[in-house]
């Protein structure tokens, strides 16, 4: 079934930002952020097993799974055939944006000037990852940013952590924020996923 970029911001307040290692830990950990309320998650192209784990992620029930630091078309290609439902850049250029669009796939491009947003709106964008959020101004730099674009939308990502994101979250123009906090490093504790997933849910949900 599929999905406009909207509908994948407002699953959640919160959109996991998954590094994840080995393929056996997918399931465990899909199936306890799902359970804690967290059905968007965005597994990152930063690990060898990156694809695989989005195979198996795809597998549970609820779980909208999504390609995160997908940079080029090659990078898009093999996301969309693992199964993602949206895709999320750190950054914007032409190429990939033109090659995403088509796609027709939810995309939540990387952005962190006025620039990289006028680009984007020229694309027909709108909806935009703010990254990397707190070392690219903080709120108050997205606050600036938000004021003439008054369209546009964003996920924040990038250093915000369990304390911070109900500020992110309280401003009008932030639909969601993406975070690593849910997935402590180390060995997947599923409980302590499912209990740290359920407690980013209850931040606006």
């Known amino acids: 079934m599929s999905m406009t970029v909207d509908e994948v911001m407002e699953l959640a307040p919160v959109i996991p930002v998954l590094v994840v290692d080995r393929v056996e830990d997918a399931l465990p950990i899909a ?3 799902v359970a804690g309320g967290l059905r968007a998650l965005e597994v990152t192209l930063r690990t060898p097993a990156a694809l695989d784990v989005m195979r198996a992620m795809v597998q549970v029930e609820g779980a909208v799974v999504g390609a995160g630091t997908v940079c080029t078309p090659g990078q ?5 055939e693992a199964g993602a439902r949206f895709v999320v850049s750190p950054g914007l250029t032409e190429t990939l944006g033109r090659t995403v669009i088509a796609s027709g796939v939810p995309w939540l491009p990387g952005v962190a000037t006025a620039g990289d947003i006028m680009r984007g709106m020229e694309l027909g964008l709108n909806r935009f990852k703010f ?3 707190e070392t690219s101004g903080g709120i108050a730099a997205l606050n600036a940013l938000a004021a003439p674009f008054y369209e546009a939308r964003f996920c ?3 250093g915000i952590t369990e304390a911070s994101a109900p500020e992110w979250l309280a401003q009008p123009f932030v639909k969601c924020v993406g975070g690593s ?3 402590p490093k180390g ?10 997933a359920r407690a980013a849910c209850g931040l606006r949900c």
């Open 31 to 33: 199936r306890a952020l």
């Open 131 to 133: 990254f990397p959020a």
């Open 187 to 196: 060995p997947a504790d599923t409980g302590r996923i499912e209990a740290l």
């Open 181 to 183: 906090w849910v997935i």
């Open 156 to 158: 924040p990502t990038g």
């Open 76 to 80: 898009l290609d093999a996301a969309l």
